[in-house]
């Protein structure tokens, strides 16, 4: 599987007098390209992640559709930074660690925009201006490239598919999920895109002739899936910052939970393209979960109920497991949580013993002292 997620340390982030220093804590540019939205993230509790505000704690992130143009000077310096104008709000100068990941950032936004993205190189003139903190755009005369304003995001019923979906207009099928809850859908759409549905509605089967199939997934659990099928938006695989990072603790493991039985649903029902999504969504939601146990029961979960060949999913908790070990090291609760769950001990055992040739590199970031700012977002 290749990873939908990526992120790059920086060396210091600015927008609208917000000023993050990598210095006085990690800080990253999180980009995931399955739901092409861009996050600051700053260091969390026990290795978590948590997305950054500005002073007036509005969030930091903003979808690669609604960049407006990207602003940088790589042909005439060594300079590691970019200017970005989002549709909403003030322009961000991100100034990255070295300018090889600056310039593969802008990369993966012009591979994910195609020619719609506008970007300028600057002029040696502008150089100096360009490397020094609070750069202003207009006061250095760089054009105004509104009138180039992406063009917006594809609305929710654009598309024939997400249209049935909200209409129910000349739905044939009936799908019902545990509880009674009932969902009417279409079965050029369900048989195509699952084995089980076209297997289903086959000649001979009871179903195919009631023209209803009853599932033993929750209600919220078959919506997901459907709303998959139709390709509209959910908040399982939607935007990690909008529908998941600010979110308490407690509704963060729900949704991990969810994701997790909805990857073992879409598994059994051969939808496969399902699977993979809901592991990329695991994936990039899983930094931001701060319990080390509440990650420790997540990763139990896979290991119990998901098959061996799981499109990859087994691989993203182990890795994510393994960032997290220098935190558990020595944390009573979460080594106990371990001792509960054996496949998880054997599981991290295996680690173990594969990284005595290369061991794990990873340190628990320097404490600091300096007072958190109050644009980091409330820890949960």
């Given at each position: 599987?290749?990873?939908?997620?990526?992120?790059?340390?920086?060396?210091?982030?600015?927008?609208?007098?917000?000023?993050?220093?990598?210095?006085?804590?990690?800080?990253?540019?999180?980009?995931?390209?399955?739901?092409?939205?861009?996050?600051?993230?700053?260091?969390?509790?026990?290795?978590?992640?948590?997305?950054?505000?500005?002073?007036?704690?509005?969030?930091?992130?903003?979808?690669?559709?609604?960049?407006?143009?990207?602003?940088?000077?790589?042909?005439?310096?060594?300079?590691?930074?970019?200017?970005?104008?989002?549709?909403?709000?003030?322009?961000?100068?991100?100034?990255?660690?070295?300018?090889?990941?600056?310039?593969?950032?802008?990369?993966?936004?012009?591979?994910?925009?195609?020619?719609?993205?506008?970007?300028?190189?600057?002029?040696?003139?502008?150089?100096?201006?360009?490397?020094?903190?609070?750069?202003?755009?207009?006061?250095?005369?760089?054009?105004?490239?509104?009138?180039?304003?992406?063009?917006?995001?594809?609305?929710?019923?654009?598309?024939?598919?997400?249209?049935?979906?909200?209409?129910?207009?000349?739905?044939?099928?009936?799908?019902?999920?545990?509880?009674?809850?009932?969902?009417?859908?279409?079965?050029?759409?369900?048989?195509?895109?699952?084995?089980?549905?076209?297997?289903?509605?086959?000649?001979?089967?009871?179903?195919?002739?009631?023209?209803?199939?009853?599932?033993?997934?929750?209600?919220?659990?078959?919506?997901?899936?459907?709303?998959?099928?139709?390709?509209?938006?959910?908040?399982?695989?939607g935007s990690p910052f909008t529908y998941f990072a600010y979110e308490p603790n407690?509704?963060?493991?729900?949704?991990?939970?969810?994701?997790?039985?909805?990857?073992?649903?879409?598994?059994?029902?051969?939808?496969?393209?399902?699977?993979?999504?809901?592991?990329?969504?695991?994936?990039?939601?899983?930094?931001?979960?701060?319990?080390?146990?509440?990650?420790?029961?997540?990763?139990?979960?896979?290991?119990?109920?998901?098959?061996?060949?799981?499109?990859?999913?087994?691989?993203?908790?182990?890795?994510?497991?393994?960032?997290?070990?220098?935190?558990?090291?020595?944390?009573?609760?979460?080594?106990?949580?371990?001792?509960?769950?054996?496949?998880?001990?054997?599981?991290?055992?295996?680690?173990?013993?594969?990284?005595?040739?290369?061991?794990?590199?990873?340190?628990?970031?320097?404490?600091?002292?300096?007072?958190?700012?109050?644009?980091?977002?409330?820890?949960?």
């Amino acid at each position: 599987m290749i990873p939908s997620v990526d992120s790059w340390v920086l060396a210091q982030f600015e927008t609208g007098g917000t000023i993050l220093d990598g210095a006085d804590t990690e800080t990253h540019v999180l980009l995931d390209i399955t739901t092409r939205e861009i996050g600051i993230t700053l260091e969390g509790a026990n290795g978590s992640k948590i997305l950054a505000q500005t002073d007036e704690r509005k969030k930091i992130s903003c979808n690669v559709q609604d960049i407006i143009f990207i602003v940088h000077a790589f042909q005439v310096s060594n300079c590691p930074k970019i200017s970005l104008k989002p549709a909403e709000g003030q322009p961000w100068n991100i100034v990255f660690e070295t300018q090889k990941s600056a310039i593969k950032f802008l990369d993966i936004l012009r591979e994910l925009r195609g020619d719609t993205l506008v970007v300028r190189s600057l002029a040696a003139k502008h150089v100096n201006a360009f490397s020094g903190p609070n750069y202003n755009m207009q006061a250095q005369g760089i054009e105004d490239m509104s009138a180039t304003k992406a063009s917006a995001s594809t609305d929710a019923s654009s598309s024939p598919f997400k249209r049935l979906w909200f209409t129910g207009d000349y739905a044939d099928f009936v799908v019902v999920a545990a509880g009674g809850q009932t969902f009417n859908v279409h079965r050029a759409v369900v048989c195509t895109q699952s084995c089980f549905f076209k297997a289903a509605c086959g000649q001979g089967f009871l179903e195919a002739e009631s023209h209803r199939i009853r599932l033993e997934e929750d209600a919220v659990v078959v919506e997901a899936l459907l709303r998959e099928l139709y390709g509209v938006e959910s908040r399982f695989t939607g935007s990690p910052f909008t529908y998941f990072a600010y979110e308490p603790n407690v509704i963060k493991e729900r949704i991990i939970n969810d994701l997790i039985k909805i990857f073992i649903a879409a598994d059994k029902y051969g939808m496969e393209n399902i699977c993979v999504r809901a592991a990329e969504a695991i994936r990039c939601r899983l930094p931001f979960l701060q319990d080390l146990e509440s990650v420790i029961e997540a990763v139990n979960s896979v290991m119990e109920a998901c098959p061996e060949r799981d499109c990859g999913l087994r691989v993203i908790m182990m890795d994510h497991l393994e960032t997290r070990f220098p935190h558990i090291h020595n944390n009573e609760a979460a080594e106990d949580a371990i001792l509960e769950h054996p496949l998880v001990a054997k599981a991290m055992l295996r680690l173990l013993l594969s990284s005595r040739s290369a061991p794990i590199t990873r340190q628990v970031p320097p404490q600091t002292t300096a007072r958190r700012s109050s644009r980091i977002a409330g820890r949960n």
